[in-house]
Structures are given as C-alpha cells and as structure tokens.
C-alpha cells in the first residue's frame, strides 16, 4: 500500500506540473456574414370576356421587384496541438553509471525490480551481476516551441514533472528533481512518422536535489506513443542528502504514451490529424473468474465453487497498427500489465510484448480483439484470449475478456499462503481459464478512417 501512495503521488505531481503547458491552441475568427437577395415577381392577368381587336388595351403584365439584405456575426474556433512532446513515462536503464555502490537490480531499460524486491524488500534468489547498473525515470513530460534564431525549428523548452537518476543503489548518489526545466534542440533524419531524430537536451534540476544534466540521444518514435532511445550523457550535482554526485549517463530508454509534433504538425487542426494505433488507454482494470481455490480479495479462504477470484490491470497501453492484413494486425504493449486470476495465480509485466487483430463487428463501434500476450520480465506470463471493447462514454469502454493464462509469477510468494501444496514440482508455476469484465479509462478507440493508412484503403 505504501509503494502504491507514493507512486500515485508521484503522479498526481507531474499531472500537476506538466497541465501548467498549453496542450491545445484555439483560434477564433469572428466575422460578419452580409446576405442580399432579389426577389422578381411577374404576373399576367387577362380580363374575362371578349375584347375589340381593335382598340388597344393596356398589358396586363406586372413585374414586382424586391430587394431583402439581411446581416449576422459568425463565429469559427479552430483548435490545433501546441505541444511539441507530451509524454506520461520514461525509463532508461543505465550502463556504468555506478558510484561504488551496489547495481540497482533492474530489468531492461530499467524499468522493473524483481517482484519479491518489490513486494518485500528482498530478492528472491540470488543473482548474477546484472549489466544495468542504474536507471533514470521521467514521468509528465511537455515540451513547448521555443522560437529562438528567428523561429528556426527544432527548438523546445520543456518541464519534467518528476525526475529521479539513480547511478546505483546507494540512495545518498540519488538526484531527484521536481518540474525539472529541459532545453532541447532537434535534427529529424526520418521526416515521416516513425520520426528519427538526434537530440541535445540540457535540464536543471533545483528541488529537492540541484544538478544539471546534459545528453545527447538517438530517437524513433512516436507511433502510437511508443519510442525508443540510446542515450549518452553526464550529469552533476548536490543529492538529496547534501552530497556531491556526478556521473554518465550511458543506456537505453523507452517511453509510452509519449507523443511528438514536428513544428508543422502544429498548424494541422486536431480533426485532421491521422493515428498509428487502433486503441490508446491510460488504464484498464477487469475482474476475473476463475476457478483457483484461493481469492486474491480472500486469500486464507478456500473456495471450491467457480467466482470471481483475481483482476486484471493494465497500465498506458497502446495497440499500433502494422502494415499487413489491411492493418488490423497490430503490435501493442503497456507500461505494466497484471493478471492474477487467484491468490497464488499471478503474473506482472513490464513493457509485455501483445499482438492482436481488430474486428469491427458490423463496422460499428464496438472493437472484438483476439489476442496474444507475452510479459518476459519481472514474471513469466503467456495470455491469449479474446478482448471484446464497447465504448459507452466518452474515452470509457466497457471490456469483456475470456482466455487462458500460463506462466510463471517469479516469486514465492505463493508459498506464504499455499506453501504446502504448491512446493511440489515448480512452486512459481500456474495456469487458469479465465473469464473477466472490467472498464477501460481514458479509453480511445479508433476508426478506420482516422489512422494515417486511410487514403490506402
């Protein structure tokens, strides 16, 4: 409970900070609309009876002319992007960064403890030297146009709403910075999405550490708000706790929910933008039954009847669309995705690897989603199934799951509840039919039409 208050409140900081940006420009014409309109109206009317052809008779023909203007104000709103970055989270695992401390014990581009570290403070079993030695997270991050030498492009400011450099193990080497001001200036080598860019950022950070921070990174994205990076750096400064700190920054990194605009991507209204992904969430959350003896909302209970017994979470997910089979296939992953479908049934996943092809049944609103996940690390997790998706709000879906789980949760603690009948054979081993319902938040599915392979259909 305490890891999830201080990661919750770590997060509500960088909203907080990050939301002082402006995300969306509006511009407004007002204008005035002038109508005039002329209206001819003729008429023959001939007098009954018979007439002397000869005498001559006035015509009977009238001609009426009107003339109407009428004048009103209009009013048009345009709404464009006006954020160059906007991002939710960055990892980046870091090589030789060490201060003569211990390695931070984290899985690829540092983004992962193993669970029983994370759950209990201790490794479950002995490792060998791992190659990350520490790690850098970013979480909220906006970077605005800066229009510096006469507009030239590539140019940002941004603010990072909480950022933590950990070289190793050792807490007195942290720096940790909040609303952390970035410089950044950009060269594109791919001007089609994925971009290929080649940064040099330089950051200070002044509370609660006061370090500043110059990289140089390799980048590829965003799609779908997926990017991959190669960073070398150096950083300096006081930590935490009064100490002097300096260090490189040498490692990869990846972010999700992390999107980029190039400078002309700005005067494109939002409504016209094309997508790369089929779906994007910020969170998902699904109840799942199973029929595991043990509950995770019970877990010293045994139950032998079939009810609801674990969840299913999903954190920044994105599904990015692939250029095969009409590009419903698709490639997707998240920040973190759990399944537990009982107390002693569990896997976690960092930046867990999923393919999946979208239906739209009846071309309609609702997205059917048969798919294949496989999460490598913190636990070893292999999930198919089939995802059903029904939006009933705005970005709310209502989600509807049935598979089957197989993997391995990379923990013991399993055994603290069930020890004595799970220590035959692999104690860490499950495997469960599953059938879940839950609601996704922040929820965006899109259509057909919207991603930018629209004008290949």
Sequence with gaps: MKFLTSAGAIL???????????????????????RIDTTRTEAVRNSPGERD?????PSSRTLVQSR???????????????????????????????????????????????VDRLFRGTL????REPLI????YRIGIGEWRLRWFDDAPGWSWGITGVEIIRPDNESKNWLTGLGVLTLSKRWYLRPDIPYASIRISGSFGIIPSQYFTLTTSADLGSIGGLNLRAYAGYTA????????????????????????????????????????????????????GSQDERSVFAPDMVQESVGVRGLLVRVASASVALPVLDYRLTFGTSLFSMIATGATSF?????????????????????????????????????????????????VSLTVY????????????????????????????????????????????????????????
């Design 133 to 136: 030695d520490g790690a850098l």
């Design 402 to 457: 049935a598979g089957y789980v197989t993997g391995q949760t990379g923990s013991d603690l399993g055994l603290d509840i069930d020890g004595a009948r799970r220590i035959i054979n692999n104690p860490t081993a499950f495997n469960s039919v599953y059938l879940g319902v839950g609601a996704a938040i922040f929820d965006h599915l899109f259509k057909r039409s919207q991603l930018r392979y629209a004008a290949q259909q």
């Design 237 to 288: 400064g006081l930590a935490s706790a009064g100490s002097l700190s300096s260090f490189p920054i040498v490692g990869f990194g990846a972010s999700v929910l992390d999107f980029l605009n190039r400078e002309d991507e700005l005067y494109v209204e939002w409504k016209d933008h094309s997508h790369s992904a089929w779906e994007i969430s910020i969170a998902e959350v699904a109840f799942i």
């Design 68 to 114: 109407s203007l009428v004048q009103y104000d209009s009013v048009e709103e345009r709404d464009y992007p006006d954020f160059i970055r906007l991002g939710l989270f960055e990892g980046i695992g870091m090589i030789g960064s060490s201060q003569g401390g211990s390695a931070v014990g984290l899985g690829i581009f540092g983004v992962h403890y193993d």
């Design 12 to 34: 509500l900081i960088a909203l907080v900070v990050t939301g002082c940006g402006q995300i969306t420009r509006t511009e407004t014409d007002t204008y005035t609309v002038t």
């Design 124 to 127: 479950r079993k002995p490792t």
């Design 53 to 57: 052809n000869g005498i001559i008779y």
């Design 347 to 395: 896997g976690f996943s960092m930046l867990p690897l999923r393919l999946s092809y979208v239906l739209h049944p009846g071309n309609g609103e609702i997205q059917l989603e048969p798919f294949f996940e496989y999460g490598y690390a913190p636990s070893t997790v292999a999930n198919i199934g089939l995802r059903l998706a029904v939006p009933v709000a705005n970005q």
